[in-house]
């Protein structure tokens, strides 16, 4: 049985050697968040527009 994917990755890029940007949608909410990887350490936050809303895909 095939199971449906929670998050879906809609852009990547590398930045020089080691780092990655990542944008990673919530497919049952539609929230947009930029991951970040650099070496051992990364981070995970929710995109936001102009007005401090999250940034919604639908």
């Known amino acids: 049985m095939a199971r449906d ?3 879906e990755m ?3 890029e590398g930045m ?3 780092a990655h940007i990542r944008i990673i949608v919530d ?3 539609g ?3 930029l991951y970040v990887q650099d070496g051992y350490g990364g981070g ?3 995109l936001l527009d102009a ?3 999250p940034i919604v895909s639908r």
């Open 5 to 7: 994917r929670r998050f």
């Open 10 to 12: 809609i852009e990547r």
């Open 16 to 18: 020089g050697l080691a």
């Open 27 to 29: 497919t049952e909410t």
């Open 31 to 33: 929230v947009n968040y």
């Open 44 to 46: 995970l936050t929710p």
């Open 51 to 53: 007005k401090g809303n």
